[in-house]
């Protein structure tokens, strides 16, 4: 059974920094790609940031250069560090594991609000 449980969000100045943690239960972890996303009211969720079991990352354009995402296998955990902040990452953001199967779970989301 996979369980996310996200945890760092919270209200920073615009330029500032936060770090979010996600903590992942069950066994899957390490044959897994793990993300970050993001949602605003009435919008798409969308992807921010992915880490595949090898390492390969990738990044949202909007993100790129200032978002860094990471895993660490013993801990079963993912960072999502966000610098340089801006009024527009405001959002909930959801953890994500992806199955090599394709299912997805999903952590409950914690808020980030960005003020300029």
């Known amino acids: 059974q996979v369980q996310l449980v996200e945890s760092g969000g919270g209200l920073v100045q615009a330029g500032g920094s936060l770090r979010l943690s996600c903590a992942a239960s069950g066994s899957i972890f390490d044959i897994s790609t793990m993300g970050w996303y993001r949602q605003v009211p009435g919008k798409q969720r969308e992807l921010v940031a992915r880490?595949?079991?090898?390492?390969?990352?990738n990044y949202a354009g909007s993100v790129n250069g200032r978002f860094t995402i990471s895993r660490n296998s013993a801990k079963k955990t993912v960072d999502l560090q966000m610098n340089s902040l801006k009024p527009e990452d405001t959002a909930v953001y959801f953890c994500?594991?992806?199955?090599?199967?394709?299912?997805?779970?999903w952590g409950q989301g914690t808020q980030v609000t960005v003020s300029s």
């Open positions: 880490v595949t079991p090898d390492g390969k990352l």
């Open positions: 994500a594991l992806q199955s090599p199967w394709d299912s997805y779970f």
